[in-house]
């Protein structure tokens, strides 16, 4: 079985998040810390992150996972633009500190005219040093922080599992074996879609070709979404489930896949609070068909 969720507003607090999950249907979520667009983010009472850890044990959900600004990019060409991301970066995983056992899911940027290689340096360095801040600063961080597979898009950097293996490697290479069991990734339906893995009609050999590059270990999350454009068109842009050029069949085999099993789940569809209930029935389904 997996657990299955979609983006919840933090606006009313931590506490409200899971409830409003809740009444979707769902058993995990994911929200951003900050305006997605970058800024400051809103302080929180810790006693409202305790009453959000209180109902996600009380309401067996599982692993939240927790999204970066959109705007963070820590292989960004500007100097500021790199420093303003990884301040950015840490504060959130400061903040996920009490929430520990979770997730902490970013895009590894895009290296804007640099070249990959130096990007991929970038987002490693970027990477090891905030951790190391982190728990310099509050101990052991306790999250697993992980990198989103990509449509590969203009300069984005994640749109081959070979670069996000090697973001990994030249991570702990830089800032010690440890950080190893710190890092991970997460696998978005449309985007590998998009960058040209061919999960409709070859999904086990796309998660064979995941497995032997970076391997399954790693792989803790799902991001479920259609895509409206066809495989390898390399453009991210996201459907309802069931009504893209991947499909419900596709995806329903994506859900059920043995290798995923136990994983989170979110819905990042273009949809409200009613679509995101009717497509959490509809992956519920999916799981006991």
Known sequence: MICIGNHVSVSKGYLAMGRHESMLGGNTFAFFPRNPRGGKPKAVPDDDIA???????EN????????????????????????????????????MQALPGNYYNLHPGCHVGQGAETGIRLIAEALAAVINEVEDSSGELKNTVLLETMAGKGSEIGGRFEQLKEIIDRTVSVGGDRLSKKLGVCLDTCHVWDGGYDIKNDLDGVLGEFDRIIGLDRLCAIHLN??????????????KLGEGMIGAEALMSVVQHPLLQGLPFIL???????GYAREIKTVSDWMIA
């Not at 599982?62 to 292989?75: E, F, I, K, S």
């Not at 259609?226 to 459907?239: I, M």
Request: with cysteine.
């Open 268 to 274: 990042e569809t273009p949809n409200d609070d009613e």
């Open 60 to 95: 067996g959900f599982g692993r939240l996972v927790v999204h970066g600004a959109y705007t963070m990019n820590v292989c960004a060409a500007k100097e500021d633009i790199r420093a303003n991301s990884r301040e950015m970066l840490r504060d959130d995983l400061l903040k």
């Open 51 to 57: 009453a959000l850890r209180g109902y996600l044990e």
């Open 226 to 239: 259609d895509s409206k454009n066809g495989l390898g068109s390399r453009k991210d842009r996201h459907e």
